[in-house]
Structure formats: structure tokens, C-alpha cells
């Protein structure tokens, strides 16, 4: 494809051309055959083609051409290829009127040969230098990213992560709104969290839609309506800008809203996992073009993606132990949870009721038996014991187990330990104090030694 780079000669000429053509020539196109450029490498100088639908690779109507022709009375194309190396970079085209002797040809044919060399090595450094603009946009992304990723991993759970993804899209994409969307799968709707970009845009866009998008739900059966597929892992534009806000602001409304501030395209990206869609974002260019930086912008998504799937899953995990932890403080029956290292993450209110002790008391298992068993060696005798009944139990297993312990005030209680080991390693152990059935328990043996005593006497 050879491109028309430039084009001088007599103005009135040039004008009466692109009249009878219809179009400016500068900037146009035109296919070239291989056996086209095999004869422009082979000749390398000035060659008479056979008319002006020849010199412009018949690109045009060949009537337009002959009437150019015959206005200037007759033309003669002359054609030679821009070879370096053994390629062509391009070619010339000199027309002059039919007859006329084309002067210093051999100067001319110098002149091209010269051109071309500097052509050459003009297009070699332009190849280099888009050669590093991408390797130092690529170093760039690698930058971005890897620091994005280490901000996912330092996130706090306060840390509003879809305010931060679309601040991290806007960086991506200077020139746009960024907008970032939750799916909630229980109400089968995605709602918008959050909104980046130039803030008196994002009022201004408010204005024409006619209310503050945030906080917006869309009902998932109108998404497919829009025609646009979110399970796709990568950047799709979007029809328009009524479409990507899937119906839910009037098409009118939309249409002011890229009018007033000189809307572009629009592109969307779902956040997917195994699970499905997580939400999505939507880029809004505020200038003409195409998105830049696709790759990028598509690669940090799947990276928000994966980060969103975690802090779900966080979500949910910490609901379940909250509610364990309910269930445990709110359970008739003592009880502490024992983490696998051996700290005591949590007690509950019977637990201190009956010990005293609180968790910050015996925040170790350490701790724990240095309080409850004060002598050594009833102390070592009790950690061996619990260790050789783990040991024997493994998890899953309760392995219950009497001690005579210490409670904060002093006293001294007989509790009925009954732990197991979860399958993280975790030690979830209720305690039965067994203290009055165990006085019982020796008031009725020292009743029984007793009896047999008296028995014993009589019968002598």
C-alpha cells in the first residue's frame, strides 16, 4: 500500500485535478501489485507510464483521468521507484504536458536515489523510536501494575476498593469518567459504587442525566437488552452512552448528556471469575478516538477482578466467624476457641463467669496454664496430659478430660474439659464444672468407707 504523502506542482493545475477527481489527493491511498513494484525495483529511474489512470494506480475512473488529460492538452506520467536496499519505500510520479522534454532527468533520477536512502533511514528511525515508545509503555504498565497489585494486597478492609479501581482507571485513561460497578448476586442487579475523573465533568454529566447515578441499581434481565456481554475478558465498546447505562436514564437524557460535554466512545469490561460477574466498569471518553492503553486498562481489571473475588470472600468469612462467635457467646456452656499457635482468640461470657479470667488475662495457652495450674509440677503433668490426649485424638474428635484449676479469685473448681481440634487446626473446647458432683462424689465414698467400717466392727 503506497500512501500520497505530498504533492507540489502549478496550484490552478492541482485544483482543476481534485475538481474532475472529487477528492483531495494528499493523504489517499493506493494498492500496488508485486509486479507493480518488481518493474519499479528493476528499472530504478524515470520511466514513461502510459497514462495519468496509470499514474494514479487506477484508482479513479479512467473517463476522469482522460478528461484531465485533455483540459491540460495532453499529459505525460513519468514514474520511479524510491528504492534503498534493494526495497521500495515508495515511488515518484512527475507529470508534464504531452511532448514536453522532462528536464534534468539524470539530476532528477539522482535526486530520487538520494531521496529514498534518506527515506529509508527516516522510516528505520521512526521504527526504533516507536520501538522504545512501546517498550517504555510497556515498562510503564509493568510499573502500574505491579504497583496496584501490591495495593491490593496492603488494602484494609475499610479501604473503599472500587473507589480506588476507578481512581486507577482514570489514571489509565486521563481523558474519561470511570465508573465502577458491584453485582449483587441475591437481588440480581449491578449498582454503580463509584465515579473518577475530572469532578466538575462528573457534575456536569449528573446535571444532564438529571440525577446522581451513584448508589444506582440495574436489574440484571435489562442487561442483555443492551446488547453488550459482560462475561467478555476484555474491553468491548459500548453502542452509546444509553446503552451502557443499560435503559435506566432516558435516551434523551443521554443524548444532552454526550452533546453537552463532548462524549466519545464508551468502553466495558466485566470483572469475572469462577463464580461469574463480580460488576464491571465503564469507560467514558470525554474526547474523540479510540481508547489507548488497552491492554493495560484490560489487564488491571482482571487484576481488580481477582482482588474484588478475595475481598468477598474475606467478607463472607468474617460474617461466618461473627456469627459463630454469637452462637458461642450466646451457648449455656463455657467456652474458649484456641487458635492453632496456641493463642486464645476468644472467650466467652460464661467462660469468665465461671473462671473470672477474661481474654485479655490469658491471651496464650502459656498464659492460660500458668494461671490455672500455679504449682510446676501439677502444671507439667497437665500440659502433658493435654498434649498426649490431642495426639491421640486428632481432629474431629472430642477427647473430654477432668482438671482441678485455679480461677482468678483464688478458688479452686473441678471442670469437666471437653475440646476438640476443628479441621484448621483450631481448639474448640467447652468446660462443665463438675466441682459440687465431684464433693458429692467423696462425701458419698467417705459415707461407703464408713458403712464398711461399722460393718466391719460388728462382726468381730
Known amino acids: 500500500m503506497l500512501v500520497l504523502k505530498g504533492i507540489a506542482g502549478n496550484p490552478a493545475a492541482l485544483e482543476i485535478t481534485e475538481n474532475l477527481l472529487g477528492m483531495r489527493l494528499a493523504g489517499m491511498s493506493f494498492p500496488i501489485e508485486k509486479a507493480d513494484t518488481a518493474e519499479l525495483i528493476r528499472h530504478q529511474r524515470l520511466v514513461l507510464a502510459d497514462n495519468l489512470f496509470r499514474l494514479l494506480h487506477m484508482q479513479f475512473p479512467k473517463e476522469a483521468c482522460q478528461q484531465i488529460e485533455e483540459s491540460a492538452g495532453g499529459i505525460d506520467t513519468y514514474l520511479m521507484g524510491l528504492i534503498s536496499k534493494g526495497r521500495i519505500v515508495g515511488d515518484v510520479g512527475i507529470s508534464v504536458q504531452s511532448g514536453t522534454i522532462l528536464p534534468n532527468r539524470d539530476l532528477i533520477e539522482a535526486f530520487i536515489r538520494q531521496a529514498a536512502i534518506a527515506i529509508d533511514r527516516k522510516n528505520a528511525d521512526d521504527s526504533l523510536l516507536q520501538s522504545l515508545i512501546r517498550e517504555q509503555e510497556q515498562v510503564r504498565n509493568l510499573q502500574f501494575l505491579s504497583?496496584?497489585?501490591?495495593?491490593?494486597?496492603?488494602?484494609?478492609?475499610?479501604?473503599?476498593?472500587?473507589r480506588y479501581i476507578g481512581d486507577?482507571?482514570?489514571?489509565?485513561?486521563?481523558?474519561?469518567?470511570?465508573?465502577?460497578?458491584?453485582?449483587?448476586?441475591?437481588?440480581?442487579?449491578t449498582v454503580l459504587r463509584a465515579v473518577s475523573g475530572d469532578r466538575e465533568q462528573i457534575e456536569r454529566l449528573w446535571d444532564a442525566l438529571g440525577a446522581n447515578l451513584l448508589g444506582l441499581p440495574c436489574p440484571v434481565d435489562q442487561m442483555p437488552a443492551s446488547g453488550i456481554d459482560l462475561s467478555a475478558k476484555r474491553v468491548v465498546e459500548s453502542p452509546s452512552l444509553h446503552r451502557s447505562l443499560f435503559h435506566q436514564v432516558p435516551e434523551d437524557r443521554c443524548i444532552l448528556a454526550e452533546t453537552l460535554l463532548g462524549l466519545g466512545k464508551g468502553y466495558i469490561m466485566g470483572f469475572s471469575c469462577r463464580k461469574g460477574i463480580l460488576g464491571h466498569i465503564l469507560i467514558q471518553l470525554t474526547r474523540e478516538g479510540e481508547i489507548t492503553n488497552r491492554g493495560a486498562v484490560e489487564?488491571?481489571?482482571?487484576?481488580?477482578?481477582?482482588?474484588?473475588?478475595?475481598?468477598?470472600?474475606?467478607?463472607?468469612l468474617r460474617r461466618s466467624e461473627s456469627r459463630f462467635r454469637d452462637v458461642v457467646d450466646s451457648s449455656p456452656f463455657p467456652a474458649v476457641i484456641i487458635e492453632g499457635d496456641g493463642t486464645y482468640s476468644f472467650v466467652n461470657r460464661r467462660f469468665t463467669e465461671m473462671f473470672g479470667y477474661t481474654l485479655e488475662d490469658i491471651p496464650t495457652g502459656r498464659e492460660w496454664f500458668r494461671r490455672a495450674f500455679p504449682d510446676p509440677e501439677i502444671r507439667h503433668e497437665a500440659i502433658a496430659t493435654w498434649k498426649a490426649d490431642r495426639e491421640r485424638a486428632g481432629r474431629g474428635t472430642p477427647r473430654p478430660r477432668t482438671f482441678s484449676v485455679r480461677c482468678k479469685n483464688g478458688e479452686e473448681k473441678a471442670i469437666l474439659f471437653n475440646p476438640v481440634e476443628l479441621g484448621d487446626g483450631t481448639q474448640y473446647v467447652t468446660c462443665e464444672d463438675i466441682t459440687e458432683e465431684r464433693r458429692a462424689y467423696w462425701v458419698l465414698i467417705d459415707e461407703i468407707a464408713e458403712l464398711r467400717r461399722q460393718l466391719a466392727s460388728q462382726t468381730l
Open 147 to 162: 504497583r496496584t497489585a501490591m495495593d491490593f494486597i496492603k488494602m484494609g478492609d475499610s479501604a473503599d476498593i472500587h
Open 168 to 189: 486507577r482507571l482514570h489514571e489509565l485513561a486521563p481523558e474519561s469518567i470511570a465508573s465502577v460497578y458491584s453485582f449483587d448476586l441475591a437481588r440480581r442487579e
Open 299 to 316: 489487564a488491571f481489571a482482571n487484576q481488580a477482578g481477582v482482588a474484588l473475588a478475595r475481598r468477598q470472600t474475606e467478607d463472607r
